[in-house]
């Protein structure tokens, strides 16, 4: 299948990703935190946008989706139990459907923790996930609204995806994610070799996003939580696995 994937930087450090289908000429989004660096990448190479997909309501994934539709007049979607805080949707979506974008199945993954609204779609057949601020490269999302058990849940879904998938994440945050991952698992050597090729990469003003889910089943201390030496880390030794998790997610929001 002829998919290409654009990784898009919006703002500070968000990103939006484009999947375009050249043998349909159709054209994907997802999340829009500034519609110009999008239109912009449309236009130049004349891809035609056909649907906006939407991870979550918060304004920096969402702020030009009403400039976007209406230069392309592209369909929304989003999750119907987060409509309210959504744009417009022409299509609301619910865990577990399965809808057809550029002919291919979109799976549809409840991924609360983040916000409670939160969604990722997997598109099985491609290989992509996007994640939005769910799963994150070396990391994931504050709980601005979800709780530890929520996020943990959510996090062993997204886990549970072929190793091979492609994590598209919203945000350019992955050296920080692994300087704090580090802190943790000193030790572990494909860490130490994703911090320097991630460190390398920035230095050039590449992106790190997306990643691999087998990086991050490796790297990620957040999907880690069940390891004994992230609970030693910790001093969680025989908690719970998500009293660890939360006390690992403590610890990232002061570092």
Partial sequence: MPIELLTIPCLRDNYAFLL????RDETVCVDVPESGPIMAALSARKWTLTHILLTHHHDDHIAGVAKLQAFSDAKVVGAAADAARLPPLDIEVTEGDIFKVLGTPVHVIDTPGHTVGHIAFHFPETGHAFTG???????????????????????????????????????EYTESNLRFAHSLEPENPALISRLDTTEEARADGRPTVPSTLAEELATNPFLRADRPNLRQAVGLPDAPVVEVFAAI???KDNF
């Avoid at 375009?20 to 043998?23: N, Y």
């Avoid at 504050?142 to 929520?150: K, S």
Wanted: negative net charge; aromatic residues 4%; glycine residues 10%.
């Fill in 133 to 171: 601020d769910t799963l994150m490269a070396g990391g994931c999302g504050r709980l601005f609204e979800g709780t530890p058990a929520q996020m943990w849940n959510s996090l062993q879904k997204l886990a549970a995806l072929p190793p091979e998938t492609l994590i598209c994440s919203g945000h």
């Fill in 20 to 23: 375009h289908d050249s043998d």
């Fill in 249 to 251: 997610r403590e610890r």
